[in-house]
């Protein structure tokens, strides 16, 4: 098989994994109505809560790891590498996975994806790698005060379609449509990673300009 047919095969069986296991979580308990007596307020968004989401997820995927057909899984070493777990299946190399969240009916907007010069590093390490984002979508409820767990999509890093580095922010790499399968663009790794370069190159001249 190609690259790209290696990829959707796994993409599709990630998806299904995580879409099963989300649907087995359901509801995390966050407070009390003592505890948080007006809700959510102004946290009632996706960024408050994934440091939480990451951790459930990878836990519950390592528990549940025999069950999924999921090989070595392992934790990420690093909260601040460019993803939270690996593992395999048993026809493929190692697949790593950045899980981020997204709050259930709330437009789309560009998003953090993880460091351009870290996720360039990443891909020129090794050939037999895949990276894909795992977005799980949340609601939030009140009393108690809690978040629900509604869908996961899967997408690989490397078919984003609109690859974008921010210049104002520490060149990281952000998308708008790092949960939209439909809009993607599927490409190889080699492929992305010269985007990457180019939109990396192009955020740090920007960045330069402004300091001068």
Known sequence: MTEIEDTERYRERLEGCLRELVRGIGEVPIGTPGQLPFGWRKAAKGRTVWRILEEVISQNLE??????GLLDFTPAPSEVGV??????FEDSEAIYVNVKSAVRGR????????????????????????????TVEIAFHVD????EL???YVVPTAW???????????GNLQSARYKDLG?????????????LKEQLGKAQTKRSSKLL
């Open 63 to 68: 528990r549940n790891a025999q069950k999924l």
């Open 83 to 88: 993803y939270d777990f690996s593992f395999r």
């Open 107 to 134: 437009k789309s907007s560009k998003d953090d994806v993880s460091k351009a010069d870290k996720l360039i590093a990443f891909y020129e390490a090794t050939q037999d790698l895949s990276l894909f984002i795992a």
């Open 144 to 147: 108690p005060v809690r978040i």
């Open 150 to 152: 509604t869908e996961c």
């Open 160 to 170: 984003l379609p609109d690859i974008y580095v921010n210049p104002s922010n520490n």
């Open 183 to 195: 809009s993607c663009v599927r490409r190889g790794r080699a492929e992305f990673v010269e985007l």
